[in-house]
């Protein structure tokens, strides 16, 4: 049978992505073998995996794909030259306008498999990033955390995230199923088929110990769960539960690990990078997930790098992806990397989150982040675990519910407007109310009027 043109293009493309990322997916998988992985390599050891890494995707890049080909060659700069970390800041930046205006800008492999889109909670236009079979179940997959998973390898797992047209759900799906060998129970988010009741149900059945959830549907679950007379400390032999896919203050967290009786660490991500950084139990930062991702901090306005322990806005590139590699994305988060030892003992550097540049409240006092002020509010005895921060001409109101019915609202209300004025040095309204409104999708914390 004749070749047609367009085969020839997927097999050269294919080829070229085989070629050039081949090598550090064989030397991932060494360590694997030796019992290693990215967590125990020295600091000069993991620069030089980046090097190797970016010099193979400059290279992947600029023979696939013209719109990383034209910014290369504005800077003058070979693949070769721009994979030296000095260099490689000279590259254009990535925007979210750039992948909402032309989504397949970025297509660098024809032979996707897989579409994700974005949840929409920062507004625009919706950002669609695809994957090849080789990115989902191969480039991906070889990067391993082992400390950071926290000894889930051969779990059940219940997988609370969301499938349906975010990336979360089937991330993680693969996460457990090709990286820790367990048996994933893919429960969801109270879709068409994974009402809250249903989900707690199929857990119990099948003894779930591992589970990943969003910090606001893990409250929810709890809810329902003693609604029907289920006794999460009594009834679950729960190991350890991930939160991703929201924000959650240190409060919140201490909240579930309570309501849960069990371990809770944090996952950062995004649907335009995928994996970023994981917390440990010392709770000290994210470990970057440096054997998926390059990252960078760099200051908003200038974009000049910024220097270990500065606040700046986290820039991120994916090290080995074919289908549609992300290089230099200004991601709106701010952070800073800090790079001394971390008492778990993983040696991969931490990111310090800020909150996102677009979710600051501001107040006439100035900018705050809702989780600095949710860790204010959740620390007050009485608070329920449902909230609103409501903005309006540079003012706060708070509704919020009390715990149970033998709080004091009177006086819970008194303590919380006394602690929050401290906090942002104005006054504010502050409601204590019998039901705050709950959100199908993340929750809405904060409403801008």
């Known amino acids: 049978m004749a070749v047609t043109a367009r085969s020839q293009m997927e097999l050269m493309s294919g080829q070229k992505a085989a070629d050039r990322f081949e090598p550090h997916v064989r030397w991932l998988n060494s360590l694997t073998e030796r019992g290693m992985s990215v967590e125990n390599l020295s600091q000069p050891e993991v620069d030089a995996y980046h090097r190797r890494a970016l010099r193979s995707l400059l290279q992947f890049v600029y023979e696939t ?43 660098c492999s024809p032979d996707l498999a897989h579409i994700h889109t974005s949840t929409g909670t920062t507004g625009g236009k919706p950002i669609f990033i695809g994957h090849t079979l080789n990115d989902l179940y191969r480039l991906d997959t070889a990067p391993r955390y082992p400390s950071l998973m926290q000894n889930t390898r051969n779990t059940v797992v219940g997988n609370a995230l969301p499938y349906e047209m975010s990336s979360s759900g089937l991330s993680f799906h693969r996460v457990f199923q ?31 110990q591992t589970l990943i959830i969003a910090p606001s549907y893990a409250v929810t679950l709890a809810e329902h769960a003693q609604k029907l007379g289920i006794d999460l400390h009594r009834d679950f032999n729960l190991q350890h539960l ?43 930062g ?41 290089i230099r994305y200004k991601t709106g988060d701010l952070g800073c990397i800090e790079e001394g030892p971390c008492p778990c003992g993983c040696r991969l550097r931490r990111l310090q989150l800020r909150g996102r540049m677009g979710d600051q409240l501001a107040l006439n006092s100035g900018n705050f982040s809702p989780l600095y002020l949710e860790q204010q509010l959740l620390q007050i005895g009485g608070t329920g675990n449902w909230y609103q921060f409501i903005v309006e001409n540079g003012e706060l109101s708070i509704l919020v519910e009390a715990s149970d019915s033998s709080v004091d609202r009177s006086e819970l209300l008194t303590e919380i407007k006394l602690r929050i004025e401290a906090s942002i040095r104005q006054s504010c309204d502050v409601q204590v109310v019998d039901y705050v409104e709950r959100d199908a999708g993340k929750a809405r914390r904060v409403i801008r009027l």
């Open 65 to 107: 794909n013209e719109f990383y080909k034209q910014r290369m060659d504005i800077t003058g700069l070979t693949p070769e030259e721009a994979s030296n970390p000095a260099l490689f800041a000279q590259l254009p930046f990535l925007t979210k306008e750039d992948l909402r205006n032309d989504p397949r800008c970025i297509i």
């Open 178 to 208: 090709y990286m820790q060998d367990c048996c994933v129970l893919p429960v969801g988010k109270g879709g068409a088929y994974s009402h809250p009741d249903k989900a707690l149900e199929c857990m119990l059945a099948w003894d779930m």
């Open 242 to 284: 991930f939160l991703t896919g929201e924000g959650a203050s240190p409060a919140l967290r201490e909240r579930i690990e309570r309501i849960w009786n069990t371990s809770v660490t944090t996952w950062y991500g995004s649907l335009e990078v995928g994996l970023i950084g994981i917390e440990c139990l010392e709770h000290q």
């Open 286 to 326: 994210y470990h970057l997930a440096e054997g998926h991702t390059y990252t960078e901090i760099v200051h908003p306005v200038t974009g000049e790098p910024q220097s270990p322990g500065i606040v700046g806005e986290v820039v991120l590139t994916t090290l080995m992806r074919d289908g549609m590699p992300i």
